[in-house]
């Protein structure tokens, strides 16, 4: 399943500031649920528009330097500015051991139902959306499968779906062949 942009739209209403943030961020760097909780603001380049991810899940994942889109840019301004343009710390601080917030699950849950969301979109459905656009758009596996942070393409691949547009465009295809249909012929019977 994939959080696209009218699961967005539906759930912006419902999420508190801190949430779509994430989920924005996520579906626009292809970024972990971690990775998006953990930014610094010492590992973003803003002149070159990139983010140094430090921690990812697998080796691959780490020192990847995802490009920033001009949404999420707009997100870190605000909230760089709103903190007093630090040099460093965390893009989403909360209490705890990590000093950073940790999860957006809770009061995505509630989002999602008010929205009237199925249960099986989660916030890490917004790294698929980003996977299967990236996909859609550059046809070009091995680009999508390091920024994605992926060692092999074959695990890059299970993030890429079929859009809504895309199967119906396959249906048009498949519907505009000049198929003969030789139910209607009589079968000639051997003797």
């Known amino acids: 399943m994939v959080l696209d942009d009218l699961a967005e739209a539906k759930l912006t209403s419902y999420l508190p500031e801190n949430a779509l943030d994430v989920v924005r961020i996520m579906r626009d760097t292809g970024g972990r649920n971690g990775e998006a909780l953990s930014m610094r603001w010492e590992h973003i380049d803003w002149e070159r528009g990139l983010y140094a991810v430090q921690r990812g899940k697998t080796k691959a994942a780490r020192r990847r330097f995802p490009p920033l889109s001009s949404r999420v840019l707009q997100i870190l301004n605000r909230r760089h500015l709103a903190q007093g343009m630090p040099s460093q710390g965390w893009v989403f601080p909360g209490i705890g051991r990590t000093g950073h917030l940790q999860s957006i699950n809770t009061v995505f849950s509630k989002a999602r139902a008010k929205a009237g969301l199925p249960r099986e979109?989660?916030?890490?459905?917004?790294?698929?959306?980003?996977?299967?656009?990236?996909?859609?758009?550059?046809?070009?596996?091995?680009?999508v499968m390091e920024l994605m942070g992926h060692r092999q393409v074959s695990t890059t691949m299970r993030y890429t779906h079929l859009r809504e547009e895309q199967v119906n465009s396959l249906r048009e295809a498949i519907?505009?062949?000049q198929i003969p249909d030789f139910t209607a012929q009589k079968r000639h019977k051997p003797n």
Do not use: Q, W
């Open 175 to 177: 519907n505009s062949r």
């Open 121 to 143: 979109l989660v916030p890490y459905c917004a790294r698929h959306d980003a996977g299967s656009f990236l996909m859609e758009r550059t046809g070009n596996p091995k680009i």
